[in-house]
């Protein structure tokens, strides 16, 4: 047996429960072709299946249970941390927080199965307050389905492979080298689709510098103002419900389903929570598809327009989601920032037409 094949088999357990542990507490190392090596080496023996589930289960419990603790207490800052240690976690923290509005707790049986959703969904269950126990109850039960799903197959490959003596012997010479080449791929392919995705939307960003220019600029000629929409979720909005002034409240759903809301004669500005602003990227790669060419992701999302200075303003009426949009969206007050303290003791200010 190869030196490499023999030092997993002997610290097999360890190993899963290290390597499963430190993917879900957000490092982007995949656990799958760990998994699959394993069910394949029970064929064998060498590893035997119940423990090597109970390893993985033991990882997931520890990991889930930590971003849950964190998440209840220290809610969005958590997710932002997040964010920047996974490729996919920005996008799917707008992904998640939709799952549990729409799902509940059965977002976590399914959630280890989609990259970055399975970080994000045990702080957001934190955030949103769900009790520790019913939490655990779904999460070790989608643990289980996950683990499950990639040590069988495994096992079914392994037992296929034991039937060929020849073909069994160059998978225990060249097992090492196939793990390695899986994880590599698997880097490589969320990798590579990162960089892509960032190569598309560099162009497409505006600066909170350039959208402020824009706003005075329109104020200045009376002009029509840029629309601005805040695409974040409800429970993004609990740290600091206020909003970027003449912006409204609409879901990315919404907007997906309904693209006649946005105005063609003016410039639209998307802008979220993410901190690389995917979810407003993607979506405004997503409108251009449609026809929608003059829209635009904000660069830093709300905090890179709140650590620029610039001024927020109270959101008065919240948005229904529909296809025809009559309410009304902030007031512009491009000469005054409303500090949090003050913001909620103003007076209410007459709101514009939306179109």
Not at 306 to 318: I, M, N, Q, R, S
């Amino acid at each position: 047996m190869p030196i490499a094949l023999a030092f997993f088999v002997h610290y097999a357990y360890l190993i899963l429960f290290l390597w499963v542990l430190v993917e879900q507490l957000g490092i982007p190392v995949p656990s799958v072709p760990l998994l699959l090596t394993a069910g394949t080496l029970s064929a064998t023996g060498r590893i035997h299946h119940l423990p090597a589930l109970l390893s993985v289960l033991a990882a997931c419990v520890i990991s889930d249970s930590l971003w849950f603790t964190m998440g209840r207490r220290y809610g969005n800052a958590v997710l932002k941390l997040l964010c920047r240690l996974s490729f996919e976690a920005s996008t799917c923290v707008s992904k998640t927080e939709g799952y549990f509005t729409r799902r509940g707790p059965a977002t976590l049986l399914f959630s280890k199965f989609i990259p970055g959703l399975s970080t994000v969904a045990p702080p957001i269950a934190g955030q949103i307050g769900m009790p520790y126990m019913r939490f655990m109850l779904w999460d070790l039960a989608g643990s289980l389905l996950w683990a499950e799903a990639f040590l069988l197959p495994g096992r079914f490959f392994g037992d296929v492979a034991q039937k060929s003596a020849p073909f069994f012997h160059w998978l225990g010479h060249f097992a090492f080298i196939i793990f390695i080449l899986m994880v590599l791929g698997v880097m490589s392919y969320r990798f590579l689709k990162t960089r892509k995705f960032l190569q598309q939307v560099r162009e497409l960003r505006l600066e909170p510098e350039e959208l402020k220019a824009m706003m005075d600029l329109a104020e200045a000629q009376g002009n029509k103002a840029p629309f601005i929409v805040d695409l974040r979720h409800p429970l993004d909005y609990k740290p600091d419900p206020r909003v970027i002034p003449g912006s409204l409240r609409i879901g990315p759903n919404e907007i997906r389903q309904h693209s006649e809301i946005i105005p063609r004669d003016r410039d639209v500005v998307l802008y979220c929570t993410c901190p690389s602003e995917e979810t407003s990227a993607k979506l405004a790669l997503q409108l251009h598809k449609l026809g929608v060419y003059r829209v635009r992701p904000l660069r830093g999302g709300f905090e890179g327009w709140k650590d620029a200075g610039y001024p927020l303003v109270d959101y008065e009426v919240d948005t229904p989601a529909s296809a025809v949009l009559t309410s009304e969206i902030a007031p512009v007050s491009a000469h005054a920032e409303l500090p949090a303290t003050s913001a909620a003791a103003s007076e209410p200010k007459p709101a514009l037409p939306l179109l």
